[in-house]
T-cell receptor
Framework: GAVVSQHPSRVICKSGTSVKIECRSL??????MFWYRQFPKKSLMLMAT?????????EQGVEKDKFLINHASLTLSTLTVTSAHPEDSSFYIC??????????????FGSGTRLTVV | AQSVTQLDSHVSVSEGTPVLLRCNYS??????LFWYVQHPNKGLQLLLK??????LVKGINGFEAEFKKSETSFHLTKPSAHMSDAAEYFC??????????????FGRGTSLIVHP
């Protein structure tokens, strides 16, 4: 089945630094990738949708200059949290799909990245 | 527009008893519906999906769900709970949007607690 690899699984960084999270589809071409943020005991909040080769579409209230998303290839999308602050600490999850498969086979999720900003 | 309502934030059952996690949805287009499970600090795993085929869908680990269009529901059930079922469960609806893409919308999640 489809596999999405998300790296790193856990990262601790100092306030003011930037952190990059990678999301790779290992055995399929992901035309669309989604980035979510999950607060403790809360549902997943969609941050942005990225299509390969084009700019990401950000949800209302998500700062595009703070959360930089790049989807340069059909197998890789990255989320960079720039100038991180403690309030950015959260669990970030990516999801990938191909356009036709999503409706029929569902969305494949990465295992998540626990970001802690100190 | 589409939305998902998971009616219970927490469900508590005893091991060996039935599980019912409720989900109602709304969608302007014919939706696909999914249930995902998330264990602590883990990603999401697909339990089952409805994609306009059979309305009773069987998934992994003994879970199943029935799509009821007239009730706009997609409740998740399991005949007998196991301790390992304790986790967070998300109901997800995905349909074609006016923007020309499919975007999954998550319910708020239901925490399943299983007592020995």
């Amino acid at each position: 089945g489809a596999v999405v690899s998300q790296h790193p699984s856990r990262v601790i960084c100092k306030s003011g630094t930037s952190v990059k999270i990678e999301c790779r589809s290992l055995d399929f071409q992901a035309t669309t990738m989604f980035w979510y943020r999950q607060f403790p005991k809360k549902s997943l909040m969609l941050m942005a949708t990225s299509n390969e080769g084009s700019k990401a579409t950000y949800e209302q209230g998500v700062e595009k200059d703070k959360f930089l998303i790049n989807h340069a290839s059909l197998t890789l999308s990255t989320l960079t949290v720039t100038s991180a602050h403690p309030e950015d600490s959260s669990f970030y999850i990516c999801s990938a799909s191909s356009t036709l498969d999503a409706q029929n086979y569902g969305y494949t999720f990465g295992s998540g990245t626990r970001l802690t900003v100190v | 527009a589409q939305s998902v309502t998971q009616l219970d934030s927490h469900v508590s059952v005893s091991e060996g008893t039935p599980v019912l996690l409720r989900c109602n949805y709304s969608s302007s287009y014919s939706p696909s519906l999914f249930w995902y499970v998330q264990h602590p600090n883990k990603g999401l795993q697909l339990l089952l999906k409805y994609t306009s085929a059979a309305t009773l869908v069987k998934g992994i680990n003994g879970f199943e769900a029935e799509f009821k269009k007239s009730e706009t529901s997609f409740h998740l059930t399991k005949p007998s709970a196991h301790m390992s079922d304790a986790a967070e469960y998300f109901c997800v609806v995905s349909a074609y949007t006016s923007g020309g893409s499919y975007i999954p919308t998550f319910g708020r999640g239901t925490s399943l607690i299983v007592h020995p």
